[in-house]
């Protein structure tokens, strides 16, 4: 995996994961892995996934994250915001991330940490 294509650090009370390039199994796994991690480790339930220079996944990887959020809703309470470049993924972050709670917001981060500090 390139190190340059995901990044994930706590800022302000919040988990920010940035995303970029191509995302394979193997990305989002670890990706998914050290959200998780670093939620319960700090006990922050607020996550703001930084997708603006991803490109739009495959449907299998849309579907193996429904799978991940499903079964960490069942043990964690994670409000998750998605700042994406344009409508074809934002479509697949909210088939991604089903009924959890989360909001899709196009190209405006400041929005996004705004709705998240509610």
Known sequence: MESQQL??????????????????EAILMECQERVVRLAMDTERNKVLYDALEM???SVDLIVMQQKQVEAELVSLNLRRALVVPNTRVAYL????????????????IEAAFRWLRE
Request: proline share 5%; aromatic share 10%; no cysteine.
């Open 93 to 108: 972050a909210r088939l991604a991330f089903g009924d959890g709670d989360h909001r899709v917001f196009y190209s405006d």
């Open 7 to 24: 990044w994930i650090e706590p800022v302000n009370g919040i988990i920010l994961a940035r995303l970029r390039g191509t995302l394979t």
């Open 55 to 57: 490109e739009a996944p």
